[in-house]
């Protein structure tokens, strides 16, 4: 064992040094996470792009479809974003400016849907505005149309990434200097010429960045698209889901993926072009000065008013969701007679039950179940695959800084995507369960890395150092300092593999088995077949997922390193 | 006794440490006084074995100690940013080379306990290290290294991160610690003072060499060249020719001083003159005053030709002034 212990030393390097030469204990660090992704997703990547740039593929009619869908795809998100941001920068104000009773409590009110499956959220708007919601049913005599409709979309996209307004735009609100202002209204700017001229440009970058994150956001998007709105709203995911599942077109299919990615790819490099540009600007202070307790009359309307809107917003779709799976308020199809309608408990105790004719082969609580294994599998295959990675991306060499970008790849490609890819590729295995862990990993896999390595790298060289000065051993300094302080990361990792297995739509979709479905897949297929048990079971199913996804954001909060950040 | 043998340390191809020597004895304090980049904190993890030499060995009680890992020498270190370890309590922390010794958990309490007490944290046991202020965590970083009774305490810049109030405080504690317990002990500083109030022995280290070697008293009254005066600002370092026996021509005119160097007519030679005023000395320092600062028992006077007096009644600026002071030959 080497004792060199001195300024350029890697943390893997001790960890690992074994009389191992460093470049091979690199190696052995790389070997399992770069062939997952070589395998699961640079061959499968590699047979869309074969099939997309193929004569047959590439024909006028295959491009005026592809265009015509990027064009609807392009206007769903741009309108997505700036209603977006119609609710989010006042919301942002809101916070970066004024103390008000539940405010923090309000703040992780907006933040939790980002972190909820599409599929909730898809549920939630369904149980209370959908033809069977809550308010249809206890106002009959309201007859709007919701669900199938655009503003249900772009409704679900604004409850999604409002919160990504109010963190990114707040925190630079925040911690704006208050003496600018001051030294702009003593020059002789009213309010008005403030804000256009001092405020707003100082906010220029972090609006730009928070913008393109919601557009790259609402640009992606498939379960709100394909549950609220259905699939005549063509945008490039749900299409390409069509041409997976409905009216089988492989290679046009193939086509649109490839044009998602060029489009996501741009749109990234943007963002984080605008991220690194946007940090030096303002001086960091403390956050406090700037916060007050609304004075004026004018002032307090706006909190109470913006208070109540968010609440509402916010609140309304996700206790719809467990209320709604709660009560009868309709007739089951086919049940005759007196109608039990109010309180009842029979949509959980029928996922229990395997029924002749109903959607599944299986007793539809099995779904629960697959969903658990299928999370469980995920963690323990993305934390095998995340450690190595992490611990080398903890301390990179100048390669290894390439590599880091290629371990994001798969986040910047849809996850029906992934699914395609996976049902070109590997056609043969589609009748094994086996495939969606590992599409299920590769959406986890970037998030458990960088979980892992800010842990790894945030442990001082000093605190070994002091270990062993006082006599530990370096196999007692891994035991005693570095396993301990990772626990808390690896754990939080593991809950984000957990989390994003459970909720995980549009790859799970395209590639599970009939016979074993996920939670989500199962909440679809619920939603979309008729009668009032379904939709109740629908519910059901939607509330265990909301509660298991909220558990597990609980859990991820408690183990979070303090200081780690946001996004 | 820690005897360290002519370290040779580069870094990045330029000479860090240049054939540093010295040893410290039985309870037994030393100051390594330097400017930042001097190479000070580097000789400290060589003599932890955090770092290897070039060259050169190191020796506790002639036992040669250059290929023994930092965890087998027994040597406590203490971090300017303390180094405590996030995910134990106090109590946790100060046990941890307990534990690596593999104690029996009741020595264990009563050293923790005993620790603690050293350095007045008594009750502080199950307190989270993160809740706690500056100062304590760096008494609790010192009770961690205590704990062990090493059998040579080493300290990096240890009060470099607080406040002057309490830099003081736990100074006076220090001393009190490090007499008591008769550990040997290395202390790291660009701070003189501290140096100076700790050190039974200072060593002044400048470009990796140790340049001036004594007890604060003899390296206060001889610092022997003009950088190791200039660095503890000892007064006014005046450049000078050699003209006779005991005469030197300076920019501010011919010096009578007492040397016992062999110096040769036409020599350059450093001169130190004290500001201080000293009624009984031959030389005199004129010049018109262009500063004034009060100094709680004293004003520093500063003249327009650049030299420095302390008087005690300030006179105004623009006034001219003549002081006698002690001026000493530095070679």
């Known amino acids: 064992m080497s004792r060199t212990i001195n300024h350029g030393d890697t943390e893997t390097r001790r960890l690992f040094d074994f009389s191992v030469p460093l470049w091979l204990s690199r190696i052995l660090l790389w070997l399992l996470p770069l062939s997952f992704l070589i395998i699961s997703f640079f061959f499968p990547l590699s047979r869309i792009l074969a099939l ?49 009773h539940g405010k923090s409590l309000l703040r992780v009110l907006t933040a939790v849907p980002f972190m909820l499956p599409t599929v909730v959220v898809a549920a939630g708007f369904n149980a209370l505005l959908g033809p069977r919601g809550l308010i249809h049913t206890l106002f009959p005599l309201s007859s709007f149309n919701f669900i199938g409709t655009l503003s249900a979309i772009l409704l679900a996209h604004i409850f999604y990434n409002t919160t990504i307004i109010i963190r990114v735009v707040g925190n630079a609100l925040s911690s704006l200097d208050p003496k ?7 020059l002789g700017a009213d309010s008005f010429r403030v804000w256009w001229n001092v405020i707003l440009p100082l906010l220029r970058p972090s609006l730009f960045a928070s913008s393109l994150l919601v557009f790259l956001f609402d640009f992606t998007s498939f379960g709100v698209i394909l549950l609220l709105g259905g699939s005549k709203f063509s945008t490039l ?33 943007l963002y984080s072009r605008f991220t690194s540009r946007s940090t030096a600007q303002i001086a960091p202070r403390s956050a406090e000065s700037n916060i007050r307790k609304p004075g004026t009359l004018r002032e307090r309307f706006f909190v109470a008013a913006f208070i109540f809107l968010l609440s509402s917003f916010f609140l309304l779709p996700l206790s719809s969701l467990p209320l709604r799976s709660l009560f009868r308020l309709e007739a089951d199809r086919g049940q005759r007679g007196e109608v039990q309608y109010g309180f009842t408990t029979d949509y959980y105790t029928e996922l229990f039950v395997n029924r002749r004719g109903s959607v599944f082969y299986v007793p539809p609580i099995r779904a629960t179940l697959n969903s658990i294994g299928y999370a469980g599998a995920t963690v323990a295959l993305s934390l095998l695959l995340g450690f190595p990675a992490a611990f080398a991306l903890a301390k990179p060499t100048r390669l290894e800084k390439i590599l880091d970008p290629l371990i994001m790849l798969p986040l910047g490609s849809s996850a029906v995507m992934l699914g395609l890819g996976f049902i070109i590729s590997f056609g043969a295995w589609l009748t094994s369960p086996l495939l969606v862990p590992f599409a299920h990993t590769l959406v986890a896999l970037p998030f458990v890395i960088r979980a892992i390595q800010p842990a790894i790298a945030s442990i001082p060289e000093r605190l070994r150092q002091a270990a062993s000065s006082l006599g530990a051993s370096p196999l007692e300094v891994w035991k005693n300092i570095d396993f301990p302080i990772l626990r808390r990361a690896t754990l939080a990792a593991a809950t984000f593999a957990f989390t994003i297995s459970l909720g995980e739509f549009g790859a799970t979709l395209l590639i ?19 009668g009032g048990l379904n939709y109740g079971q629908a519910m059901a199913m939607a509330t265990i997922l909301m509660l298991l996804t909220i558990a597990s954001i609980l859990l991820i909060e408690k183990f979070r390193l303090p200081n780690s950040g946001e996004f | 006794m820690l005897e360290v043998h002519h370290i040779f340390k580069t870094y990045e191809g330029k000479p860090l440490l240049n054939d540093i020597s010295f040893t410290v004895a039985e309870g037994e304090t030393i100051c390594l006084l330097g400017a930042s980049g001097s190479g000070k904190s580097t000789l400290l993890r060589i003599i932890a074995g955090l770092e290897d030499s070039d060259s050169g060995s190191i020796s506790f009680n002639r036992q040669d100690l250059t290929s023994t890992p930092p965890h087998l020498r027994d040597f406590g270190l203490v971090f300017q940013d303390y180094a405590l370890f996030p995910h134990l309590n106090v109590n946790d922390n100060v046990a941890f080379g307990l534990r690596m010794r593999r104690m029996e958990q009741v020595e264990i309490s009563r050293r923790v306990a005993g620790s603690l007490e050293m350095v007045n944290l008594g009750g502080f046991g199950n307190r989270s290290v993160t809740d706690l ?52 002990a290395i202390y790291v500083t660009h701070d003189q003072e501290e140096a100076f109030t700790l050190a039974d022995r200072v060593l002044i280290l400048h470009d990796g060499e140790i340049i001036r070697e004594g007890t604060p008293a003899d390296v206060w009254t001889n610092p022997e060249s003009a950088f190791v005066a200039g660095f503890l600002g000892l007064g006014n370092v005046v450049d000078g ?24 007519k036409g020599d350059k030679v450093h001169l130190l003159a004290r500001p201080l005023p000293a009624e009984k000395e031959a030389n005199v320092i004129r010049g018109v005053v262009s500063d004034v600062i009060f100094q709680q028992d004293r004003f520093k006077i500063t003249l327009d030709n650049g030299l420095n007096v302390y008087l005690q009644e300030a006179p105004k600026v623009g006034e001219r002034v003549a002081v006698r002071v002690k001026v000493e030959c530095l070679a």
């Open chain 2, 133 to 184: 202020s500056g100062g304590e965590q760096q008494r609790v970083a010192l009770a961690r290294a205590l704990a062990t009774r090493p059998r040579l305490l080493m300290f990096d810049e240890p009060l470099g991160a607080l406040d002057r109030a309490l830099r003081e405080d736990l100074l006076n504690e220090l001393r009190g610690i490090l007499h008591q317990t008769e550990i040997p």
């Open chain 1, 512 to 530: 599970s088995r009939p016979e074993y479905p996920t939670i989500p897949v199962a909440i679809e297929r619920f939603l979309s077949q008729p």
């Open chain 2, 241 to 264: 020719t050699v003209i006779g026996k005991n005469k030197f021509q300076t920019g501010h005119g011919i010096l009578t001083v007492k040397c016992t160097h062999k110096h040769l």
């Open chain 1, 237 to 269: 995911e749900v299409e390409i889901y069509l041409r997976v599942l409905k009216l089988p077109n492989l290679s046009l299919a193939a086509l649109l993926s490839v044009t998602q990615l060029v489009c996501t790819l741009i749109f990234s490099i």
């Open chain 1, 52 to 100: 997309t740039f193929n004569l047959s593929t590439i024909t006028t009619e295959n491009l005026q479809l592809a265009f015509s869908v990027l064009t609807f795809t392009f206007y769903q998100a741009t309108l997505s974003t700036i209603l977006t941001l119609l609710l989010g920068l006042p919301s942002a104000y809101l916070f970066a400016r004024y103390n008000f």
């Open chain 1, 180 to 186: 600018l202002e001051g030294a702009a209204r003593s």
